[in-house]
């Protein structure tokens, strides 16, 4: 008898004890909870977008235009990548057969490309400047536009990356990619601007 209760003693410690931490074994790892935001290292990201197309002379329904076949000539290419990743927009823009060794610049602009380069409209802004034009440095600024700025190599071939907090998924008012002849202005007064507008690239962000 001394025997039976002594088992049943180490019996009801163990049932006890399961409860906290098991009986002689290792707690079990728990899962985290459906909806629980990423851990560091993780990432989420949704599908990307990609628009990829030839230039040439403007025509209806043409997915990317030269103005000036001289700086970007027909048969040139140009694609633009937009990813939203951990709630922010990475662009990447990609052109190939240009002019070699040479800069440009290039926009994200609020309207498709049409017979001329002043179709595309304004560039994109996050937050609209109420002046037109816009060349104030607090709105025409890398930030508050998408600015996609590119040198060539000896191939005429070049690439660019931007990323921001850009709302394009909430937005109607981001159609192409304009290619300008120089570099981006940054001074007040300038700012934003990049010359003649050379090309265009009808996208979707």
Known sequence: MPHQRLLGSIVGVCAVGA????????????????????????????SARQTSADFEQYQEGAKAVTYD??????????????????GRT????????????????AHVHTKPCGPTGEDAGPHFQERI???????????????NEVWLDFHTDAQ???SATAEGTWS????Q????????ETHTHTEPGKAGTAGSRLACLNAEF
């Open 19 to 46: 409860l906290v931490a098991g009986c002689g074994g290792e707690q079990a790892p728990q899962s985290p909870p459906a909806g629980a935001p990423a851990t560091q290292g993780e990432t989420q990201s949704a």
């Open 168 to 171: 394009f998924d909430t937005r």
């Open 129 to 143: 400047d109420p002046v037109t034009p816009s060349v104030d440095p607090a709105y025409a600024n890398p930030q």
């Open 90 to 105: 990475k662009l990447t823009f990609e052109v190939r057969g240009l002019q070699p060794n040479r800069d440009y610049g």
């Open 69 to 86: 076949p001289a700086q970007v000539p027909a048969g040139a290419g140009a694609s633009v990548t937009s990813e939203r990743i951990n």
């Open 156 to 158: 005429g071939n070049g």
């Open 173 to 180: 008012d981001a159609r192409s990619v304009v290619i300008h």
